[in-house]
């Protein structure tokens, strides 16, 4: 015998209690009771159970609805949803709403920042951090009261590459606040799934700040450009940042091991070879991009040199620099928009015309122009191609208003001069701190001189000729 006070205490959901209790009880002999709702098995079936079990499930429904549109309404408005504080973070004692800065804590994501920046991956600084013997995250939380219930963990001092990544990826150390960054379909569903960018909004500067934004943008051009190490363990200097001027593909690493007979040595040689370089390839079809080769030595060489010559006329020239470089990123800027404009226009018209185009066939289909077999497979060739011009305009949209609302930030750049006066050794920290992308072109032969053109495009100010 199973006893309830009424249905809804059984369950809410109208056909997981019908399976029960028109199957499984009847099945298994089981008598029930609801003794507010006056319902006894014993004493035969009652139908009004059915349209109760329904209304107790339309009674969640609403009440999910009503809460739903609450967190909604906070989400957009701007309040954190969140009800735990990023690790770096506790709330604020006088006002709840509010994040401040955890000092312990916010320490050890800054030395987090500063491993990633000093080039070492998600892996390895977890490994440095585990030797260190700190505690993760969830355990910090609950030793210092930020969270009352803990977080299942075997070892409250193990930090895993997935704790690192989050961390690095967080945009609330820069002080932003992303609201429905997860979603369920349903309140039948407990799943949470995590939300496409667009869907999610972000607030800027809601809260105090880790980590400053010059450090936090070359954390992200360093984790974009990610590569794995050579079987000789090491890593290109310029892997990521060093494109082909001709097809405008990554240029990609290679480590080889070079042996000389003759004066019996042994050394490594790292180069860069465009990645649609194929032999096999190139054999077939004259129009597959050349090597683009070029060493690492070289590369390093050529970089340090102009970096040099950047920090020296800089220093000297600070405020023509400026605005030589204001001037000239206004023209290229409003020329980039013109053209996407154009490309915008030209896609939104071919989406119209796909509408008129499906309209025609299904008239034609219709009266019998076109078989049912023909009509489908042009309909799906449409469609998929609507599909995809709808998501490039979308892209494009988003694109063209960040480029209108953009400007040349000259004055981070002259912030990240100022810290050098000359630069001995290249690092990634360097690398990724001036140099937004590396074009190297094809190398020139003349009379048994390689000659070979390298254009750096610098961050922040674009292409510059010092």
């Known amino acids: 015998m199973v006893i309830v006070k009424d249905l809804s205490r059984f369950g809410r959901g109208w056909l997981d209690v019908g399976l ?7 099945e298994k002999d089981v008598r029930f009771i609801a003794v507010q709702d006056n319902v006894d098995t014993a004493h035969g079936d009652n139908d009004f159970v059915p349209i109760m079990n329904y209304f107790n499930e339309f009674y969640l429904k609403n009440t999910s609805k009503k809460i739903r549109a609450v967190f909604q309404a906070k989400g957009r408005s701007g309040q954190r949803l969140a009800a735990i504080p990023p690790y770096g973070y506790r709330k604020n004692p006088d006002n ?7 000092i312990e804590s916010a320490s050890v994501v800054q030395y987090i920042f500063q491993l990633a920046v000093g080039g070492y991956g998600p ?8 030797a260190q013997h700190i505690l993760n995250p969830s355990a910090y939380k609950y030793e210092n009261g930020i969270m009352n219930k803990p977080h299942p963990y075997r070892d409250a001092y193990f930090w895993n590459m997935t704790t690192i990544k989050k961390i690095l990826d967080a945009p609330e150390y820069i002080g932003h606040t992303i609201n429905f960054k997860t979603y369920s379909k349903s309140y039948k569903d407990n799943k949470t799934r995590e939300n496409p960018p667009e869907n999610q909004l972000v607030f800027k500067n809601t809260h105090p700040a880790i980590i400053d934004i010059g450090t936090w943008e070359i954390v992200r051009k360093m984790r974009e450009s990610k590569h794995r190490p050579t079987r000789y363990g090491v890593s290109g200097l310029f892997s990521g940042v060093v494109f082909c001027s001709d097809c405008g593909s990554k240029l990609y690493f290679h480590y080889s091991r070079i042996i000389n007979k003759r004066q019996n040595i042994t050394f490594l040689k ?22 683009h080769y070029i060493t690492e030595l070289s590369l390093e060489s050529l970089v340090i040199s102009e970096l040099n010559d950047m920090l020296s006329y800089v220093s000297q020239n600070e405020s023509q620099f400026a605005k030589r470089v204001m001037d000239k990123s206004t023209q290229e800027q409003q020329q980039i928009i013109i053209n996407k404009k154009k490309t915008l226009d030209k896609n939104q018209k071919r989406i119209n015309e796909l509408d008129m185009l499906i309209k025609r066939i299904y008239e034609d289909n219709v009266i019998g122009r076109i078989s049912n077999e023909r009509y489908d497979m042009m309909l799906t060739s449409f469609e998929s191609e609507q599909t995809s011009l709808k998501e490039l305009v979308y892209m494009m949209e988003n694109e063209i208003r960040s480029l209108e609302y953009e400007a040349v930030n000259v004055d981070r750049f002259l912030s990240a001069v100022r810290k050098y006066t000359k630069i001995e050794k290249l690092t990634p920290t360097i690398v990724h701190e001036f140099v937004d992308r590396i074009l190297v072109f094809e190398p020139e032969q003349a009379r048994g001189n390689r000659r070979q053109k390298v254009e750096i495009v610098y961050k922040n100010v674009g292409k510059v000729d010092f």
């Open 123 to 130: 892996t390895q600084i977890a490994r440095i951090i585990n």
């Open 96 to 102: 709840s709403k509010q994040l401040i800065i955890d």
């Open 20 to 26: 029960y209790m028109d199957r499984l009880f009847v």
């Open 270 to 291: 790292g180069s860069y070879w465009c990645s649609h370089y194929s032999k096999d390839y190139l054999r077939e079809n004259n129009q597959a991009c050349t090597a």
